[in-house]
């Protein structure tokens, strides 16, 4: 079982800039970030998986920047010029196999 806590949600306004972190309990393959908007389904944000180049959505490529510190297990996820329809909850994800783990969540809020 590999444990992530996710921190440094919060309210931001619209043009403003978060940084997202999770720590994992031990390394995985693959590390991502989702979000779910309210109301709406889970979707990716990006994923950085060992030795690959990072994957971005459309919706956030040029805004958001994903990065790993492998010494520390650490994700972390920069958002700038951040819009209202970023509003989410942002989970971390770590895969490894056919095992996925969740992060319990943090709240990013975007103010117009």
């Known amino acids: 079982q590999v444990h992530l806590v996710e921190a440094g949600g919060g309210l931001v306004q619209a043009g403003g800039s978060l940084r997202l972190s999770c720590v994992a309990s031990?390394?995985?393959?693959?590390m991502a970030w989702f979000r779910q908007p309210p109301g709406k389904q889970r979707e990716m944000v990006a994923v950085?998986?060992?030795?690959?180049?990072?994957v971005y959505a459309a919706s956030v490529k040029g805004r958001f920047t994903i990065s790993r510190d492998n010494a520390k297990n650490t994700l972390y996820l920069q958002m700038n010029s951040l819009k209202p329809e970023d509003t989410a909850v942002y989970y971390c994800?770590?895969?490894?196999?056919?095992?996925?783990?969740w992060g319990q969540g943090t709240q990013v809020t975007v103010s117009s």
């Open positions: 031990e390394t995985t393959f693959s």
């Open positions: 994800n770590g895969r490894r196999s056919n095992s996925d783990w």
């Open positions: 950085k998986s060992l030795g690959n180049s990072p």
